[in-house]
């Protein structure tokens, strides 16, 4: 991990980011950081890895010498304006480290609730939104008018990806509910049995016979 942040740090250095600009132009970025984590969690993010030419080992060898480098693609789900597809900086890794983990484990990056899992799409819808680089319920519920003005049905997908995850909230909040009655429940029963238990006359003592 240390050699990788090294390699970064280098490339940041070489090729530094206007990062106001760009949080800017992709609009989620926010001062509040738990604002920020809602926002990050409605984007498309997949880490990369890319061959790139190293030109000073290059010089050195007399040779093209290629390097993988570590790369980030981030999109607005629904929004084609908005695409970043770049050397990934330790910022990056730090902003997604699950995503990053992920890929350096060579596992699938999307996370969030599979959006084929909305019972009200069809196949094709299904499709249509993953063109669109929204692949979770999270995502699609989360998509800003903007965007909805501009794909057919979205709005009325929206509001009902935004109850189903209601949905599963109030079952969580039953459910929270219900442990939490049990294990009163649970405790009361245990006093009781304890009482009993000192409330019972002791056993007689056996006497052995001479």
């Known amino acids: 991990m240390g050699e990788q942040f090294a390699v970064l740090d280098a490339v940041h250095q070489s090729q ?19 604002v920020e984590r809602q926002a990050d969690s409605k984007l498309f993010v997949k880490f990369y890895s890319r061959s790139m030419k190293n030109e000073e080992k290059s010089i050195e060898a007399g040779r093209a010498v290629h ?5 980030i693609n981030i999109k607005l789900p629904g929004d084609k304006n908005n695409d970043v ?50 692949r979770t319920v999270e995502q699609l519920a989360g998509l800003p008018d903007s965007t909805t003005q501009k794909i057919l049905g979205s709005i009325t997908h929206k509001q009902q ?17 219900f442990e939490v009655e049990r294990n009163e429940m649970q405790t009361q029963l245990k006093a009781m049995q304890d009482q009993i238990a000192k409330l019972a006359p002791a056993a007689p003592v056996a006497v052995k016979a001479k």
Request: glycine share 4%; charged share 25%; aromatic share 14%.
């Open 161 to 177: 990806a935004q109850a189903w995850l209601e949905s599963f909230k109030g079952a969580d909040r039953l459910r929270q509910e």
């Open 16 to 34: 530094p980011t206007n990062f106001d600009s760009l949080d800017q132009r992709m609009i989620f970025q926010s001062d509040a950081s738990n």
């Open 67 to 71: 390097e993988d480098q570590v790369f």
């Open 85 to 134: 597809n770049r050397v990934a900086f330790p910022e990056d890794i730090n902003r997604f480290p699950i995503h990053y983990e992920r890929f350096r484990k060579g596992q699938e990056q999307v996370i969030g609730t599979p959006i084929n899992a909305l019972p009200f799409l069809t196949d094709t819808q299904v499709e249509d939104y993953k063109a669109m680089f929204i």
